[in-house]
Every structure is written in structure tokens, then in C-alpha cells.
């Protein structure tokens, strides 16, 4: 989609983009297909939350990621990518992502407070202060609602904009996985499954609890580990 649209002028493409990042969440509203083809389309362009689509006895698509609400956000993130120019006078750059960040962010507080718009799961009043903030926060990544795309986006363009002159061991530490994010995104994945592999020999398990109907293999009831190790192997796979 991207790559057709490139060839659009910035302002057509950044047009496109918010129509689609604000406008998305009124399906919502609507009520879609629960079976069928129209369905299946609902779920890979709007809905899908790990969505599994027979085509056959033997083969299923499963969709992991909606498209729709995904490009609204990639579209626009072109159109800022395009500040970062050489010619691009910085001072405007930094200024511009400071008051977006801060428009979003405040955009995101009001949506949120209403409480009727922009996420399928209203926030509630819990049992303490803590669990009513966590609830107020509790928003929906798949697909992306307006109010977590404005939740998480909000703090990343205040961070561009606050941290572009920061130039440490640290910060050039982080540029190497800015710059190979899907190079990083799927080679992660195979480093994973092989340090679970090991973990689950060397936990005691054999290969008869590889695969376990209704679960993912290797991950037989009774395997896992507390939550520091999971920090561990994190930070091992970084």
C-alpha cells in the first residue's frame, strides 16, 4: 500500500494516513459479519487478533495484524520520516514532534476520560486508585485502537523530540537496532524457540510432551519459569 501511495504528494499521503488512524475505531460501532467471506475480510483488514482462516482440510492463513489500522500509522510515520531530510531545518523538526507529542498525548487523556470513543474496552472504577489508573491504561494493541496509537505515539514523538542532541555509548547502542528493526523483529523469533527448545530438555521433559493438543510445542502444562528468568533470557536475546 505504501509503496503505491509513495508516489502521492506528502499532504495526500498524510491525508490518507489520519483519515484512517482517527476514523478506523467507528466499525466499532458497526455490526460486522460473524461467518463467511466478508468476515475473513473484516479480520485481515480491521480486526484480526491472531484470526485463523481456513482455505482447506490441510491449510489456514493466520493473521496476526489488521491491515487497515497498521498502515494509518505507517503512512503517517512517512510523512514525518520526511522531517529528517538534510535539509530539514531541526529547530522546526523538533518543534513540530514536541507540540505533536503533546497534542496527542492530551487528545489521548480526553478521548479516554469520555470514554466512548477511540477503544473497544471502556476503562471502570476498580478497587483502588492503582487498579482504576491500570484500567484507565488498559487499551487494545490488536488491532491498534486510536487511543493506544495515541498512548504510546504520543510519548514516542515527545522522546524524538527531547533526545535528538543526546549522543552517549547508550544512545549509539539503541541506533544499531533502530536502524535493523525487522532484521532484529525476525531472527528474534528463531533465537527464542531455540532457547526453549533447550530449556524444555534440560527442564525434564521428553519428546513425547513435545506437542500437546491445543498449545504451542514445546510448551507442554507445567513448563515455564518465574518472571525474572523470563527478564533474563530477554536480555540474553538483545
Partial sequence: ILGLLSRLPLMYIGIIGALIF???????????????VWHDVDAIFLTAFSTIISIGKSRVIVDLYAV???TGIMLLGYVFGSMYRTHYD?????KIL?????????LFIALRLVNGYGDPSPWSTQKDGMHTFMSFLNVSKYPPSLLYSL????VALLVLALTEHVNNRFTKFLTVYGNVPFFYYVPH????????????FASGFTVSQIAVPGSFLFEPPGYGFPLWVVYLVWLVVV
Avoid at 498512548?151 to 504520543?154: A, E, G, K, Q
Avoid at 527464542?192 to 524444555?200: A, E, G, H, S, V
Wanted: proline share 4%; net charge positive.
Fill in 68 to 70: 487497515l489500522p497498521w
Fill in 151 to 154: 498512548m504510546t505515539l504520543s
Fill in 189 to 200: 523469533f528463531f533465537i527464542l524457540r531455540i532457547i526453549n527448545i533447550i530449556m524444555f
Fill in 98 to 106: 514536541r507540540y505533536a507529542g503533546i497534542g496527542t498525548l492530551c
Fill in 90 to 94: 531541526g529547530n522546526k523538526r523538533r
Fill in 22 to 36: 482517527f476514523g478506523h475505531d467507528i466499525l466499532d460501532k458497526m455490526a460486522l459479519p460473524a461467518t463467511g
